[in-house]
């Protein structure tokens, strides 16, 4: 009897506290440390301290790319190298982008507009705000896809990349095998690697990147090759394959440990404001962003749906409402449950570029929080028995959310990441972008 009493007033805790959370009010001070590790997954605060890019031991890594310094700095180099865009939709493009055309180091790896253009674009502005539609190019036959690019930074943190996690073989595409072969590019996921080695494979041809023996001897990057890779016989070494590995290698080291929010984990009290303080308790707190933001780069392999806007509703190019990549994870595993679900992201140098969401629908990081704040799905095809119970009305007050606007803004905001951009690419060419254009705009001769 006594078990059965105890048992209904568990299950009533429990349905409760599912509807409303005690508020623990951010000024009455639990220790911000505290507090985290509350919510930490492993049960410490130590848990969101990220790695230091040297410290290889630490660095999460595929066993079939195991990181090394001469992996990591062939990759940095072909990451940025506009001279392997050798297979451009049109002569005029061969040789004007890379990879850093979507993921500009100084915009926190990510484009400085709403939509990335590589092949088939011109222009740079000052952080690839200003690349358009090449005259030469129609818009279908451009590198550019129908959703925002994610930053590339702490990527080492993704087991299953892209918006709807298709690539890796294991994590959450664990039991995922059968719909593998769906796709052209999922069939990958068979060589058992994980999810960026995975990608950046298909990466390579999607981006119209090629890399042979002779490309690698003409621009330079031979000697790098036989350094990264000396047990991989010669006849196959200079490759897409192996050049894929590389850059897979170097985005594993692309981590944002300087950021105040990391200062502060480390113990260094003074790294964040007041404000921040207050906006990183409600992350952990009553604004329950923790919940799926839990990983150490605060993302996570869960797929949620919160009815944001998509892409071809901003006025993207190569992309309309027919665009598969808007079903979300359900456009991958084929589940009608999986619908307009999308992963996680990570929350660091979000403050680089204006755009936000999947589809770029928010273009302040205030106005993010607001979204959060008012729970109102503003994607009128999404089914609301789609939308995430976790994404509902937050109360929070105009000064609460303030205060997490500057967690998110400063405290995640590691200033130091263009230490990550290598100073030239072994061609001497101009980077990101080597069309004219961009080359006017980034002062390169
Ligand atoms: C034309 C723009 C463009 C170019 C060029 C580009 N990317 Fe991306 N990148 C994207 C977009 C868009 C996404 C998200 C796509 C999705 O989720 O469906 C993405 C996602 C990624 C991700 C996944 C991150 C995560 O957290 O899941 C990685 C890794 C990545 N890109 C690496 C690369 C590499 C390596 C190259 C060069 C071979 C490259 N990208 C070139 C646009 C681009
Ligand atoms: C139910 C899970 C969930 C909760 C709770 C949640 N998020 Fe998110 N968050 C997501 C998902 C999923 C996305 C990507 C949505 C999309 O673009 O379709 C996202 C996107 C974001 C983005 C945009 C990142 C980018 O690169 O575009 C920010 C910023 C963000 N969340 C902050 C927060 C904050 C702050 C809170 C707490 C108020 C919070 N999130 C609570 C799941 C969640």
């Known amino acids: 009897m006594l078990r059965l009493v105890t048992l209904t007033i568990f299950s009533v805790c429990i349905i409760a506290s599912c509807m409303h959370e005690p508020r ?21 605060y130590e848990h ?32 940025h190298e506009t001279g392997i865009a050798l297979n451009a939709n049109k002569p005029i493009g061969i040789g004007t982008y890379s990879c ?36 030469f190019y129609d818009e279908t036959e451009i590198d550019a896809q129908g959703i925002r690019p994610l930053s590339v930074l702490n990527t080492a943190f993704v087991s299953n ?19 593998w072969d769906n796709a052209e590019d999922t069939k990958v996921n068979h060589l058992g690697l994980f999810g960026i080695e995975a990608q950046n494979i298909e990466g390579f041809k999607l981006h119209r990147m090629h890399v042979d023996e002779a490309v690698a001897d003409s621009l330079g990057y031979t000697s790098l090759f ?20 590389a850059v897979s290698a170097y985005l594993r080291t692309l981590i944002t440990n300087k950021a105040p929010f990391q200062e502060y984990l480390k113990g260094d009290q003074s790294a964040m404001t007041e404000s921040e ?44 409402e027919e665009d598969k990549k808007q079903l979300g994870r359900g456009g991958f595993t084929g589940l009608a449950e999986d619908l307009y679900k999308f992963k996680v992201p990570q929350l660091y140098n979000l403050a680089g570029t204006p755009f936000y969401f999947h589809g770029s629908s928010k273009t302040s990081i205030r106005d993010v929080v607001e979204y959060f704040n008012n729970a109102i799905p503003e994607n009128t095809l999404v089914p609301q028995e789609q939308i995430s119970p976790n994404f509902r009305p937050l109360l929070l007050t ?40 961009s080359n006017i705009d980034t002062n390169c001769e």
């Open 277 to 320: 303080v207050n906006g990183a308790k409600l992350f952990f707190g009553n604004a329950g962003c923790y919940r799926c933001h839990s990983n150490p780069a605060l993302g996570s392999e869960t797929f949620h749906a919160l009815g944001v806007k998509d892409l071809h509703e901003m006025g993207a190019l190569n992309t309309s």
């Open 48 to 79: 969101y301290i990220l790695p230091d890019e040297f410290d290889y031991d630490n660095i999460p890594q595929d066993p079939k790319n195991p990181l090394s310094g001469a992996k990591k700095a062939l990759g940095q180099y072909l990451f």
């Open 100 to 135: 850093a055309s979507c993921h500009v180091a100084e915009a926190g790896f990510r484009p400085g507009r709403f939509q990335g253009i590589a092949d088939g674009g011109v222009g740079f502005g000052t952080l690839g705000d200003t690349r358009e539609l090449s005259p």
């Open 161 to 179: 990349t892209l918006w709807n996690g298709q690539f890796g073989s294991f994590g959450v595409n664990e039991g995922t095998e059968d719909v």
């Open 226 to 245: 036989n350094l990264a890779f000396p047990e991989v016989p010669k006849e196959e070494r200079y490759n897409n394959f192996t050049a894929s590995l």
């Open 398 to 437: 105009e000064q609460e959310m303030d205060d997490l606007t500057q967690f998110l803004e400063v405290s995640l905001n590691d200033p130091f990441v263009d230490r990550y951009k290598p100073p030239y690419v072994l061609s001497n060419n101009c980077f990101p972008n080597n069309d004219e254009q």
């Open 24 to 44: 623990i009010d951010p000024n009455t001070d639990l220790d911000l440390l505290d507090q985290i590790a509350r919510v930490s997954p492993t049960g410490s």
